[in-house]
């Protein structure tokens, strides 16, 4: 092959440093910003955090770069117009369960206190294990039956159960222990009479067995309660009732009465020793109605204030000279992130009120007035692609007096309607859980029954979607549903 010079024109992109800083921020939550923002400042000396309130508005951006001083901006929130007594409600958590823990016989209320050395004596949280080890050196066991009690509690799970065979967990121990399976049986039989009530068990209904024998033998419905907590808890879990009343030989009334008395139990007491990781949402933008229209704004809260660390900005304007390349460069780097900070709050608040706009309706009517938006129509109104829509709306969430939601929960596919139009999927899944709150318990509504009540209104949607949509909601089939 003859080898020659060829001259050719072509395109490509080329991401820059700083444009690739601007993009990795503005997919960032805002928790990722502050972490970010303080590794930069810990390698940059030119950047400064500013604590506290100063001059500035609270949540402002400051900075340097300016005509006149040429190394100064400031970023401030747009003002909402809104009046001191107007505040947006928190949102409302929804939690579906079989289980009641607020009217449990051993649910514990405690007083609540604002002091700080309460509030610092409570976060100081104790394990299962040691909740149990200590009420066993109280006990008037021998040394030898305590070992055996405290080697069972090392293998509980973080619910409280014994998940490991006694057999198996004897073949296991050193012959020199010199521990008997019916040594492990009688110290389990120990270990539950521990407090939480229940701890120990075996399996759930072993759980629930043990809370109800602690309760008081005149406890109206005891015995059927404990029948089907030891003999038939997967007919209860299938919402068999007839052959329960066959099996318990009583009425609707008293196995209505023995099932509440179950859904009262802990069917997890060790988790209220487990450590959770909470985790706290903090709002970026907050939506507000000013004169008769919704406006979006920044939350000024979430907004770091930055500015040039003015001594060394000074020292290096003192000596430039070859020698200071090398800070140069860290006050361009710090530059650009002020920027690239104040141009992600801006795009934020764009792509916020473009949304605030399109769904005006969910904020005066609630989820089932939520009309069908794709990212792709926001990209257009804003001018921007949809990849960055996309980031823009990653873990960015808004505050409206319907509640805290991210910025996704604005966008939905849509359904097709008799008239022609369109149906957002969010209103539908709104639907469907009124449709589900207003049924009768005795005869809950199949996912086709509810498809064909849905037709009725002009929406059109297949069973299957309908399941699709109630399994995302987590709410149970109708067999599951059904009650006395």
């Given at each position: 092959m003859k080898h020659s010079l060829q001259l050719k024109l072509s395109?490509?992109?080329t991401l820059t440093p700083q444009l690739q800083q601007s993009i990795r921020l503005l997919q960032m939550s805002t928790l990722e910003m502050d972490q970010e923002l303080d590794a930069f400042a810990q390698e940059n000396p030119f950047l400064e955090r500013v604590e506290g309130v100063g001059d500035a508005e609270g949540g402002s951006v400051d900075a340097d770069a300016g005509e006149g001083k040429p190394d100064e901006f400031m970023l401030q929130p747009a003002p909402t117009g809104s009046s001191a007594d107007e505040s947006p409600a928190e949102p409302a958590a929804l939690t579906e369960s079989d289980w009641d823990q607020n009217d449990s016989p051993w649910s514990a209320h405690d007083d609540e206190d604002d002091s700080d050395d309460y509030s610092l004596h409570r976060a100081e949280a104790?394990?299962?294990?040691?909740?149990?080890?200590?009420?066993l050196g109280v006990t008037q066991l021998s040394e030898h039956d305590r070992r055996i009690v405290a080697l069972l509690i090392d293998v509980l799970n973080e619910d409280g159960y014994l998940t490991q065979n006694l057999d198996e967990l004897a073949a296991m121990l050193p012959p020199e222990l010199e521990i008997e399976p019916i040594e492990l049986s009688t110290a389990l039989r120990h270990l539950q009479n521990l407090d939480p009530p229940g701890v120990g068990a075996r399996d759930l209904g072993e759980c629930l067995a043990l809370q109800l024998e602690i309760l008081p033998p005149d406890t109206p419905y005891l015995e059927p309660a404990l029948a089907i907590a030891k003999h038939h808890l997967n007919l209860l879990a299938s919402r068999d009732f007839i052959k329960l009343k066959k099996l318990l030989h009583c009425n609707d009334e008293e196995l209505r009465a023995a099932q509440r008395l179950i859904t009262r139990l802990n069917p997890r007491p060790g988790a209220a020793f487990a450590s959770l990781d909470t985790r706290y949402i903090q709002h970026d933008v907050e939506v507000q109605k000013v004169k008769g229209n919704w406006v979006a704004s920044l939350n000024p809260d979430v907004m770091p204030r930055l500015r040039i660390n003015r001594m060394y900005a000074d020292i290096l304007r003192r000596n430039r000279d070859s020698g200071s390349q090398h800070l140069s460069s860290q006050m361009q780097e710090a530059r650009w992130m002020i920027k690239n900070i104040q141009q992600r709050f801006d795009t934020i608040l764009r792509v916020s009120q473009a949304i605030v706009d399109r769904q005006r309706n969910f904020l005066e009517h609630g989820a089932v007035a939520m009309r069908p938006l794709v990212l792709r129509?926001?990209?257009?109104?804003?001018?921007?692609?949809?990849?960055?829509?996309s980031r823009?709306?990653?873990?960015?969430?808004?505050?409206?007096?319907?509640?805290?939601?991210e910025l996704k929960y604005f966008f939905g596919s849509s359904c097709?309607?008799?008239t022609g139009g369109a149906c957002s999927s969010t209103a539908i899944r709104a639907l469907i859980k009124q449709l589900v709150a207003a049924e009768t318990p005795q005869k809950p509504l199949s996912d086709s029954q509810i498809a064909d009540i849905l037709a009725k209104q002009g929406i059109v949607v297949a069973r299957r979607t309908v399941a699709k949509y109630r399994e995302s909601m987590q709410i149970p089939a109708v067999s599951f549903r059904k009650n006395l």
């Open positions: 395109q490509h992109l104790v394990d299962l294990r040691n909740h149990l080890n200590a009420q129509e926001i990209a257009e109104a804003v001018s921007l692609h949809e990849s960055t829509i823009v709306t990653t873990q960015k969430y808004m505050r409206t007096p319907r509640g805290i939601f097709a309607t008799e």
